[in-house]
């Protein structure tokens, strides 16, 4: 099974919904996943998010169905002290690199400061839900990685967020948290695309067929902006 992971186009995230810019994103990433043999759609909650699958839904004639999991991230003191940047992820794991901290401990929230960010949270909250949503793909998780029982689809599609996106991939792929946030960020309709086998009653993991194909955005690029 393919599951091909989209982030939303250019946001107005105080509105919540695309800007002008970002329907075009959304029409380009429409055009370009058209040909992917997409069989189910998803999306986060978040207008923004829902927009950016409507383009793909309506030129595959499908349907999309919500998932408030995917919805974005957030982060900040759990107890009311100031944390680097309010604990912004990114901005957390640029600082990481550049005070030469490893960015592949395993559990980086487990130490100060990262135990008090809610961003903590967040991605724990994401792994429990994504774990629920393969399961109903057909691939139960068991360990490090998923029992193949009978996959559902050749190819779904999910619409998401750079920061809840990050999470995913962090427990689908066993990386931490932060070195996802800082080596494998996503442009706005960067698609990318994770490749489960077909053994039923085996384990199996993911393999990165894609990573962050924005090449249909080429002419229409803006700075990339991690945020709410």
């Known amino acids: 099974m393919r599951i091909i ?31 992917e043999g997409i069989e189910k759609i ?36 759990l107890e009311g002290e100031k944390l680097y940047r309010d604990g912004h992820p990114w901005d957390t794991a640029d600082k990481m690199v550049l005070e030469n901290e490893a960015l592949m401990e395993a559990d980086i929230f487990a130490r100060e400061p990262f135990c008090r960010n809610d961003a903590k949270n967040y991605v724990d909250m994401i792994a429990r839900a994504s774990d629920q949503w393969m399961e109903t793909l057909g691939y139960k998780r068991e360990g490090n990685y998923y029992r193949c029982l ?11 967020h750079g920061g809840a996106s990050a999470a995913q991939f962090s427990r689908m792929l066993n990386l931490p948290f932060l070195f996802v946030c800082c080596a494998m960020g996503i442009d706005y309709t960067g698609i990318c695309i994770l490749d489960l086998p077909n053994r039923p009653g085996l384990l199996v993991t993911p393999r990165i067929e894609v990573f962050n194909d924005a090449r249909h955005i080429r002419d229409l690029r803006i700075q990339n902006i991690f945020d709410r």
């Open 150 to 160: 009978q996959p559902r689809y050749h190819t779904v599609a999910a619409f998401g």
């Open 42 to 77: 998803f999306s986060s909650t978040c207008g923004r998010a829902f927009e950016t699958a409507g383009y793909t839904a309506r030129a595959l004639s499908l349907d999309v169905e919500k998932c408030e999991f995917m919805r974005e991230i957030g982060w900040g003191t």
């Open 5 to 35: 992971f989209v982030r939303h186009g250019h946001p107005n995230y105080e509105l919540d919904c695309l800007t002008e810019l970002g329907h075009k994103h959304a029409a380009a990433a429409a055009e370009r996943l058209k040909d």
